[in-house]
């Protein structure tokens, strides 16, 4: 028989008992800590295509390129910017 009789398992039960807290604590901070990095990835990506989707409007169509040559002349341009146009795609 021990010193401490019967209530030997009492101290093993609360050391388990604070180890599952203690489990339960950081598996909570570290589901948080999770989630919070899922968000900030979500929001920077959210970020990066709404520049790009403001950036696209700047990029021209590559099916339908208009000859500058043919806008000069439409114009009525003087002889030298119908020379210059030429030269232009």
């Known amino acids: 028989m021990s ?5 030997v398992r009492a101290p093993i ?5 604070c180890m ?8 909570s901070r570290m589901l ?3 989630g ?4 900030y990835v979500r929001m920077i990506r959210s970020g990066g295509l709404h520049c ?10 590559l099916e339908d390129i208009e000859k500058f ?5 439409e114009d009525q341009l003087s002889d030298e910017c ?8």
Do not use: H, Y
Not at 3 to 7: A, H, I, Q, V
Not at 52 to 61: G, K, M
């Open 52 to 61: 790009c989707s403001n950036a696209i409007q700047f990029i021209p169509d």
């Open 69 to 73: 040559e043919e806008m000069v002349a």
């Open 82 to 89: 119908q020379r210059a146009a030429r030269w232009l795609l």
């Open 20 to 27: 599952i807290k203690c489990s339960k604590s950081l598996m």
């Open 13 to 17: 039960l609360v050391f388990v008992q």
């Open 36 to 39: 919070n990095a899922m968000g």
């Open 32 to 34: 948080t800590d999770a």
């Open 3 to 7: 010193f401490l009789g019967n209530n």
